[in-house]
């Protein structure tokens, strides 16, 4: 089996472990960033397949699309 080691330069592998001590503030702000860029994925997905294939014409009031948000 493969093995493989990684060196960090020391200055790196501090400032990881200083983030440790800040986890809850860490996790507050990843998780905003990364919702917002879900919601925009999202968003733009479900505005490209609203009405698309439908027998009967597209109604569809924009309802659905501005209900969408990070929470």
């Known amino acids: 089996?493969?093995?493989?080691?990684?060196?960090?330069?020391?200055?790196?592998?501090?400032?990881?472990?200083?983030?440790?001590?800040?986890?809850d503030e860490i996790i507050t702000k990843v998780l905003e960033s990364g919702g917002e860029v879900v919601e925009e994925k999202v968003r733009s997905n479900l505005s490209a397949v609203i009405g698309q294939g439908t027998k009967k014409k597209n109604r569809s009031t924009g309802e659905l699309l501005r209900s969408l948000g990070v929470s």
């Open 1 to 23: 089996m493969a093995k493989a080691d990684f060196k960090m330069p020391e200055d790196f592998l501090l400032k990881l472990s200083q983030l440790g001590e800040r986890t």
